[in-house]
């Protein structure tokens, strides 16, 4: 009976031991896909510098534009007095990119508009940003329309009804006025707190998440993309959408927008 007693305890122990070996394996199988997730990152903002950002067009950051408080932000007291006549839209310089993906967490104000372009190329005569990038829609959704008339815009665009409403091709997450963001798969949070949003593109599929949500799915380039965009906003911008290499960029919308956590990586 001892002597049975004790081999029960001793496969007791191996089995367990097992396990354990088995767990401490998986810990380290993680930690090294993790470590290796983590040195694909590029970071474009260290929280601190805005080295390698600068004006669209231009040499140097636009007035309003600063790294405060850990993020980059635009702010409009310091902005929207300046005697500048250049374009607010900034961009990452350093380096262009064609498929990748992007990570940037956000926050905006009652009634702030702003964007995340990709693909973005510059010195091109009669083309600003929106008329060559697509652009990753940041908006207050709940309160935008009640503080801004939207009427004659929506108009111009041939909107028939609900003239004054945000439109769902101009809401957060949505390629701007090309494929609306899926309001069923929809999480944002209120205007003042952080939102996290992920692009990724590859010429097979292009993906804008926000908030661990799925939000638009697209091929780009495909015979539906084409069809889509000379039916609608960029019927007559020729070069929309066209690069497959680019910078990435940010808009100003006249509004104060915040950046942190700013990265990409290569696909």
Known sequence: MKYLLTIMVLSTLFIACKKETKQDEKEVVQKETSQTETDNWIYLFDGTSTEGWRAYNGEALPPGWVAKDSVLTFDTELGMEQDYTGGQDIIYAKEEFDNFELYVEWKIPEGGNSGIFYHLKENIEGAGPPDISPEYQLIDDANYASIHDLTSYNES???????????????????????????????????????????????????????????????????????????????????????????????????????????????
């Open 157 to 267: 665009m041939g909107v028939k009804e609900n003239l004054a409403d945000l439109q769902d091709w101009q809401k957060t997450g949505a390629d701007y006025a090309m494929h609306p963001a899926d309001e069923s798969q929809k999480v944002l949070y209120p205007v003042g707190e952080w939102n996290s949003t992920r692009i990724i593109f590859t010429p097979e599929k292009v993906e804008h998440w926000l908030n661990g949500k799925k939000l638009v799915s697209f091929v780009p380039w495909s015979d539906q993309w084409q069809a889509k965009k000379n039916a609608g906003k960029w019927k007559d911008a020729d070069l929309y959408g066209s690069f497959k290499t680019g910078y990435i960029g940010f808009q100003d919308h006249s509004s104060p927008i915040w950046f942190r956590n700013i990265k990409i990586r290569k696909l």
